[in-house]
């Protein structure tokens, strides 16, 4: 009697390390793309170095909210309709702001405003003064050459930009996309 106890739990420990296997091994078929390929092994895991990685500021979702709000803030002081985006470092939307009564083009001229500011680290109206040597520079895709984008720096390197559109002139835009920056200083 002793000798069949023992025979059944063996095979009930049997069976069950064989259940476990089966489990993992559907984990796995389940976790490759369409069961076409086994999972990859733990061991081709592993870590980049240090000196193989590099890491950007970013700009926090609250201080972008509190620069878009200081620029349309800035704007509507002056009753002016206009929209407001900022951007991170590669040109990806944070936060955008429609002002009440911003025409349908000021959205999509914001950010692409934000995006030039960011991507040559400086005001859009001081690029606009380049295209007379560069021309091409405007057929660069989702670059806009017209004032109305700052750059928001840290450490000197640019980490925002902050685009505003729907002013009468560029001029303006700038000047608020400047009280969005102006507020990320204080």
Do not use: C
């Not at 091994?25 to 976790?31: D, F, K, L």
């Not at 926090?60 to 620029?71: E, N």
């Not at 091409?136 to 984008?149: E, N, S, V």
């Amino acid at each position: 009697m002793k000798h069949v106890k023992k025979a059944h739990r063996t095979r009930l420990a049997t069976g069950g390390a064989i259940v476990a296997l089966g489990l993992a091994g559907v984990g796995a078929y389940s976790a490759s793309a369409g069961g076409e390929q086994a999972a990859a092994p733990a061991a081709a895991v592993t870590e980049a170095e240090a000196a193989d990685t590099t890491s950007t500021d970013r700009l926090t979702v609250a201080a972008a909210t509190k620069a878009a709000r200081a620029a349309l803030d800035a704007a509507e002081a002056e009753n002016q309709r206009v929209t407001v985006a900022v951007v991170d470092r590669d040109g990806n939307t944070i936060v955008t702001l429609r002002g009440d009564g911003a025409g349908p083009q000021s959205y999509g001229s914001a950010e692409r405003k934000a995006f030039t500011a960011v991507a040559w680290n400086a005001p859009t109206s001081v690029l606009a003064g380049r295209l007379a040597q560069a021309p091409r520079l405007k057929d660069i895709p989702g670059t806009l050459f017209l004032g109305g984008g700052a750059p928001v720096t840290a450490g000197g390197a640019p980490v925002a930009g902050i685009g505003v559109a729907g002013a009468p002139s560029g001029d303006l835009d700038e000047k608020f996309a400047r009280a969005g920056v102006a507020a990320l200083e204080k």
